[in-house]
């Protein structure tokens, strides 16, 4: 089911499947907006990638759950790498999941990441083996609507292995991470309109020097960049994504003129949206 995986969005409720590193590297030609709902365990090997302005390592017997509408970036998958994954739709989770209890804390992030111990490991393998063995049946055991259960379990499964295994539910987060993760939410929210760290400033109710020595000790990036980086994210993949002409794309992102936005995206990138999008 490889070639299933989808780009954007999954094209029905549900996928489930294996990929290898070869196949995931295909993802790193250009950024693309996640819509679905993904959870992932790798199998084996090493990858790493970018959710929405944050760069990850993921590593064998990670479980990876990545939020409808996050930006995803693969920067390389290991040529063994191997990952099980369930996709869920938009459309199956509006439907589907409004009853669910989501601790917020624990799964409202763009991407979570937990290592499972090898006995956690084994069990998840089973689960995926079962669900494959329901699907494939005759006649199958599983469908959209039974599926909504298959979904809910996982989702309490995934989060369950969150809060148990996750260092940072164990111990209080300090200022300096939480000014960062603040600040991270809201470029997510606003950099569409937002251009300037003075602006997120404002919101947070600090200083301009100390927002921007916080997320450079936080992060070893500047909050300018962390700006940038969303902005550029979103250009990329609506270049690659739609055919959208450039001035509307500008315009979504806070450009009023294009040929700013032209100037902007040629100095970051180092071409013109125009032969980016054409590359």
């Known amino acids: 089911m490889q070639n299933e995986i989808p780009l954007i969005d999954c094209p029905i409720d549900y996928i489930y499947g294996e990929a ?63 990952l099980l994954y369930i996709v869920f739709s938009s459309a199956f989770l509006e439907k589907n999941t409004y009853s669910i209890r989501r601790p917020r804390l624990v799964m409202s992030e763009a991407c979570k990441i937990v290592n499972a111990t090898a006995e956690q490991a084994t069990i998840i393998r089973k689960f995926y083996d079962m669900i494959d063995a329901a699907v494939n049946c005759t006649p199958s055991m599983l469908n959209s609507e039974r599926m909504v259960h298959v979904h809910n379990l996982i989702y309490m499964i995934f989060q369950d292995y969150f809060v148990s295994n996750s260092d940072d539910t164990s111990k209080p987060m300090d200022r300096k991470t939480e000014i960062y993760h603040e600040y991270s939410e809201l470029v997510m929210k606003h950099y569409h309109e937002w251009h300037h760290v003075a602006d997120y400033a404002e919101v947070l109710r600090i200083t301009v020097p100390h927002l ?68």
Do not use: W
Not at 46 to 65: C, G, K, M, P, S
Not at 72 to 80: A, G, K, N, T, Y
Not at 255 to 263: D, G, I, L, M, Y
């Open 20 to 82: 290898s590193g070869k196949v995931l590297n295909e993802y790193g030609r250009f950024p693309c907006k996640i819509q679905c709902g993904v959870y992932a365990f790798m199998i084996k090997g090493t990858a790493r990638a970018t959710v929405n302005i944050t760069q990850l390592d993921f590593r064998e017997n990670d479980l990876i759950y990545l939020a409808p509408n996050s930006f995803f970036l693969v920067h390389e998958f290991s040529e063994d790498a191997q």
């Open 212 to 279: 921007c020595s916080t997320i450079k000790l936080a992060s070893n990036r500047t909050a300018g960049d962390l700006i940038v980086e969303a902005i550029l994210t979103d250009a990329k993949a609506q270049l690659k994504l739609s055919v959208a002409p450039i001035k509307e794309i500008a315009n979504s992102l806070g450009f009023e003129n294009v040929a700013f936005f032209n100037r902007f995206f040629k100095t970051h990138v180092g071409i013109t949206p125009k032969n980016y999008r054409n590359n």
